[in-house]
């Protein structure tokens, strides 16, 4: 637990040196991989995330994809799990929680089994595709769920760490995409 709280500092630093522009420019050639992977291309349902300020934005990756006709699908954060829920638009989301994510309105998605691709945000990440997010076991409780799916973790390249001390609990991702 105190190597992952390591991690966490560290990379908070890091993040106080990149610039806004810097993570717009960063966050583009993140979407313009993800726009290109086989895997969305071949996907009908994905499941995203909408970023919070600090993270690789996904916003118009979202936009994309539902346009191209993909099923696209973003969590709502509960008190202890994530709910999924179709994203049928901006008109339809919401600020949730102490960092005011947007978040679906639309109607529950249930049908863990249909989903094809996972984009996951996490605060660091390793080669191997170990995944370090903020601590909760949100995501983990949720891609437990998911075997099936192929699991893409998202970041910026100074989110990638040597290694990602993890748990059992702990979901690895079969492939990670960075700047």
Known sequence: MMQKAL???EIAQRKRCFSPEKRL???LACMQQLLNHHRIRLAHTILLYHAMPDEVDTRQLIHLLAQAGKTILLPVTLPQTLELRYYTG???LQPSGKY???EP???LFTRYDDIDTVVVPGVAFDDVGRR???GKGYYDRLLAQLPKAYKIGLCFAFQMVEQ???TAEDIMMD???HD
């Open 7 to 9: 991690i966490r500092q």
């Open 25 to 27: 420019e960063a966050s």
């Open 90 to 92: 901006d008109e339809q």
């Open 100 to 102: 005011h994510i947007m």
């Open 105 to 107: 309105t639309g109607p």
């Open 132 to 134: 370090l997010g903020h």
């Open 164 to 166: 990602v001390p993890t």
């Open 175 to 177: 492939e990670v995409i």
